[in-house]
């Protein structure tokens, strides 16, 4: 009699969790600020019409979430709204769900182990992520954000053995030796950092954060070169900037949950 009342009450708790969701959404987008005092006439109006979009294509797919809760694309892109809008641990609840109806389906997966990235739970990020792909069929996006996870935890070796894996599928590809360049960093590699990093730079197509991902390296070295006179009792300043470079490897990755104790000390000059 007991367990029958908790699943009716489970069920009920299910159904009426899109909605919930979809409010917080929704309050979310409310509260969002689309113009300074300071803008010009034409720059508020831009500002207002991306920010419409943005509420029109947000509450869209919470509505399409609410009318099926396992439909994967409204699932991923719903969670992907939620995100953007700082309703991480919503979304992950979201994905969470989406994952127990939709075990093998790999999108749902691949999102739901970057949602739990994003909220700095690592070891459960890569634990999903495993089951996003397969040895026979590899995915190097989601071997890179593998890699990424390994790197915010301090397995750097491993992580760039994930890294090594990605660029074998897609060889030069700039996100996948950005997040290589930026493990080395944090492994204190500073000389292969940079190679990398300017390796990255290179190609035809590249993100401009790559390139400030390279100066901020090139900075570090600076820093470092500084410090080779000072005392052993000193540590370099470059080693002021891990927390920093994790910061940038989170965000490069999609995840913005950097938490306030690891904002930058010391910033390199061009970062």
Same mark, same amino acid.
């Given at each position: 009699?007991?367990?029958? /009342?908790r699943? %009716?009450?489970?069920?009920g708790? &299910?159904?009426?969790?899109? /909605? ?5 959404l929704? *309050?979310?987008?409310?509260?969002? +600020? ?5 803008e ?5 109006g ?9 509420r ?20 991923? +892109?719903?969670?992907?709204? =939620?995100?953007?809008?700082g ?7 979201? #994905?969470e769900?989406?994952? /127990?109806?939709?075990? +093998?389906? @790999?999108?749902? #997966?691949?999102?739901?182990? @970057?949602? =739990? ?11 999903? =992520?495993n089951?996003?792909h ?13 890699g ?6 301090? @397995?750097? &070796?491993?992580?760039?053995r994930?890294? *090594? ?10 996100s996948?030796?950005?997040?290589l ?6 492994? +204190?590699?500073l ?9 990255a *730079? ?13 100066a901020l ?12 006179? #000072?005392?052993?009792a000193?540590p370099p300043?470059?080693?002021a900037?891990?927390?920093?470079? @994790? ?5 490069q990755?999609?995840w913005?949950?950097?938490? &306030?104790?690891?904002?930058?000390v010391? %910033?390199?000059?061009?970062?």
């Open positions: 009699m007991i367990s029958s /009342i699943s %009716k009450a489970f069920a708790a &299910e159904r009426f969790a899109p /909605i919930v969701l979809a409010a917080a929704a *309050a979310a987008l409310a509260g969002c +600020k689309t113009t300074q005092p300071t010009t006439t034409a720059s508020i831009v500002a207002a019409a991306g920010a419409d979009a943005d029109r294509f947000a509450l869209a797919w919470a509505e399409r979430y609410r009318a099926n809760p396992t439909d994967p694309e409204a699932v991923v +892109k719903y969670a992907r709204a =939620l995100r953007a809008h309703q991480r641990a919503q979304a992950v609840a979201v #994905l769900q989406a994952s /127990i109806q939709l075990p +093998k389906h @790999r999108g749902v #997966l691949a999102a739901y182990g @970057r949602a =739990l990235a994003d909220v700095g739970n690592y070891k459960r990020a890569l634990d999903v =992520l089951r996003a397969t040895p026979a069929d590899p995915d190097w996006r989601i071997l890179s954000v593998q990424a996870a390994l790197d915010q935890m301090g @397995r750097h &070796e491993e992580a760039q994930y890294y *090594a894996t990605a660029l074998r599928i897609v060889p030069d590809e700039p996948v030796l950005s997040n360049g930026l493990s080395y960093a944090l492994s +204190k590699d000389v292969r950092a940079e190679a990398t990093l300017r390796q *730079a290179g190609q035809s197509r590249v993100d401009p954060r790559v390139r400030q991902n390279l390296v090139m900075g570090l070295q600076r820093q470092a070169a500084d410090a080779e006179g #000072l005392p052993r000193v300043a470059g080693e900037n891990v927390a920093y470079l @994790r910061q940038v490897l989170a965000q990755n999609g913005k949950g950097a938490p &306030e104790s690891e904002k930058p010391v %910033k390199a000059e061009g970062s």
